[in-house]
């Protein structure tokens, strides 16, 4: 079984801080998503990253993927009460139709 | 067209009914997926079609029965169901599919559920 682990589990901080979000796993993945879920909704796709090593930023989100690709991260800066939600990485396990989610990062971002 | 349009977007039924969910999109995508996900909990994967075939059943009970009309429609058709099976029911497609495993074409889209309560 391919697991993606994410760490940490919840995370509630203010308005301004900083905060880091991890995704591990003991496999290698050629790539890996990031998505970001509201309550109700559907998860929306932030970010994919390919290739090791890589560094992709989008405002004030920066993703990272492992050299080795079996783990990633994801940094905000500043966080806001708009990055409040369900932080989900996700991978597609080699030759294989599958696309398994991590388990999650509950994110609270008060003002 | 980036929309994945699910309906209906709640729904309650009782332990003896028959029901269907039903999913569309027009991305031209060949990959399809049904997930379950479960308060504070991620997407749990249930099927997967490819080129609108069943490539893939994780180990669903058959009272779950999902079906691919066409490549632009999938759907979900519920049978006595148990309470335990009240969720979220997402659907997804990606433009992955048979022509290869591309790390560049599984983005998925995804629609916005279906609140499934079984009473």
């Known amino acids: 079984t391919q697991l993606l682990e994410q760490s940490p589990q919840f995370l509630s901080i203010q308005e301004g801080e900083n905060l880091t979000v991890y995704c591990n796993s003991s496999?290698?993945?050629?790539?890996l998503q990031w998505y970001r879920q509201e309550p109700g909704e559907g998860p929306v796709l932030l970010v994919t990253?390919?290739?090791?090593?890589e560094v992709k930023k989008l405002k004030r989100l920066t993703f990272q993927f492992g050299d080795a690709r079996k783990d990633s991260s994801l940094h905000i800066t500043a966080a806001q009460p708009g990055d409040t939600g369900l932080y989900l990485c996700?991978?597609?396990?080699?030759?294989?139709?599958?696309?398994?989610f991590g388990t999650g990062t509950r994110l609270q971002v008060f003002p | 067209d980036t929309e994945v349009t699910q309906t209906p977007k709640h729904l309650v039924m009782g332990m003896t009914n028959k029901k269907s969910l039903k999913c569309e999109q027009h991305?031209?995508?060949?990959?399809m997926y049904w997930y379950k996900q479960k308060a504070k909990k991620p997407p749990e994967l249930m099927f997967v079609?490819?080129?609108?075939?069943?490539?893939i059943n994780e180990s669903v009970p058959s009272r779950f029965s999902p079906e691919c009309p066409n490549s632009s429609l999938l759907n979900l058709h519920l049978h006595a169901l148990q309470p335990e099976d009240s969720a979220l029911y997402l659907c997804?497609?990606?433009?992955?599919?048979?022509?290869?495993?591309?790390?560049?074409?599984?983005?998925?889209?995804f629609g916005q559920g279906t609140r499934l309560t079984v009473v």
């Open positions: 079609y490819s080129y609108e075939k069943l490539s």
């Open positions: 997804a497609s990606s433009q992955r599919g048979r022509t290869g495993f591309s790390s560049m074409n599984t983005e998925a889209f």
């Open positions: 496999s290698v993945f050629s790539s």
């Open positions: 991305m031209g995508h060949r990959a």
């Open positions: 990253v390919v290739t090791g090593g």
């Open positions: 996700a991978a597609p396990p080699y030759n294989t139709d599958k696309l398994i």
